[in-house]
């Protein structure tokens, strides 16, 4: 009960769709001011949709460097062939567990894992639909800096950085997982989630001082805590991140989430990017538990108005935005596909009919779709 309050009244719990609800009107007025309603969708040309939704995440790393190994699995072959693949991937590269797994095409860390063994890996590719990504585990902080670059512009900026942290409670002894998780006055929030992902069983009780780790994933859905991390810009980071965005073609606008040793590496621009997400990606510092709903909206309101501003500026170089209509499907193909391949090139096939949207993700993917 207490759980369900503190979700209820602390804003940063909200479902995606309740929270976005206000910024859909001046989303609109923006479309309505530039004449055109997909026009973020002009913001990156250089990936499909502009990353709104459905672009895959192998096709946008391999245009990037400094990226951890990785290996795209097709949906359309048996598992065990996969199996076989993620081996042989493995043995190639001498690497050992644990490994990352996760959607070719996914949104706030949906369908992804660590799988810290063989048997977690069969698991999940005997389960899994559509393509994947098998990916070498980075060790180390993780953080997500947002970044844009207004077209003609030699440089680009960081609009925010966000610190990760993956939540933990510690064993006294005497009280179990569950115990130490709902006298947790932030894990309480998320107990349901905590407890329904744990590798082992709630009822054990840890050692005193034994570290129980909540999250393992840099998702805020998926549990992990986001802090602002405005103080870590520096010059050394700016460039290092400027020189990773304009190695992807056609990319000005969006959010790089990425590990680093410690902070000092970080700020010293050395880091490895986990993913690239495009414009419905957020500036996830916003989920600060100090940062106010007002301050959320602000910044929400400030990064749709650059993404509109510099689609505008690619459309006079001759990249428009996706029709209304195509746009339409897109979103539309994609809520009906969740957890299955879903990309742009999809459009022409036939829907599946067995599986229509719930009005939760058809307002959710059809308003935003953030990507947190």
């Known amino acids: 009960m207490i759980g369900w309050i503190r979700r209820t009244t602390r804003w940063e719990f909200w479902p995606p769709w309740l929270t976005y609800i206000p910024v859909v009107p001046y989303v609109l007025y923006l479309g309505i001011k530039h004449r055109s309603l997909t026009l973020f969708t002009a913001a990156n040309p250089g990936i499909p949709s502009a990353g709104f939704v459905g672009e895959s995440k192998s096709a946008i790393l391999s245009s990037l460097g400094s990226v951890p190994d990785f290996l795209l699995l097709s949906g359309e072959v048996p598992a065990e062939a996969r199996i076989a693949s993620v081996n042989e991937f493995m043995m190639a590269r001498k690497m050992t567990y644990p490994i990352v797994l996760k959607p070719d095409v996914g949104e706030r860390g ?64 005497a009280s179990s997982i569950t115990d130490l998780i709902l006298r947790d006055e932030r894990a309480v929030c998320m107990a349901d989630l905590y407890l329904a992902r744990l590798k082992r069983p709630a009822s054990d009780v840890p050692a005193a001082g034994e570290l129980i780790v909540l999250a393992e994933l840099g998702s805020h859905c ?143 993917l059809a308003i935003l779709g953030p990507q947190s």
């Open 110 to 173: 949906t369908g992804g894992t660590i799988a810290g063994n063989g048997e977690d890996m069969h698991s999940y590719l005997k389960t899994s639909l559509g393509d994947a990504i098998v990916q070498k585990y980075i060790a180390g902080m993780e953080f997500g800096i947002f970044y844009y670059r207004y077209p003609g512009q030699s440089k680009g900026r960081i609009f925010s950085i966000t610190e990760k942290h993956f939540p933990t409670v510690v064993g006294d002894g």
């Open 222 to 364: 998926r549990g992990s805590v986001f802090l602002n991390g405005a103080r870590l810009r520096t010059q050394m980071l700016t460039a290092a991140v400027d020189a990773m965005a304009q190695s992807h073609a056609g990319f000005y606008f969006g959010r790089f989430d990425v590990r680093s040793p410690s902070i000092e590496d970080l700020q010293a621009g050395s880091f490895e990017v986990l993913e690239l997400n495009g414009v419905s990606a957020e500036a996830t510092y916003i989920y600060d538990p100090s940062v106010s709903l007002r301050k959320a909206y602000r910044t929400l309101h400030g990064q749709w108005r650059i993404a509109f501003e510099i689609g505008a500026m690619n459309r006079t170089k001759g990249s428009g935005p996706m029709p209304l209509k195509e746009f339409l499907c897109l979103v539309y193909r994609c809520a009906t596909r969740r957890g299955t391949q879903c990309v742009v090139e999809d459009l022409p096939r036939r829907r599946h009919k067995s599986a229509r949207p719930t009005l939760r993700q058809a307002i959710a």
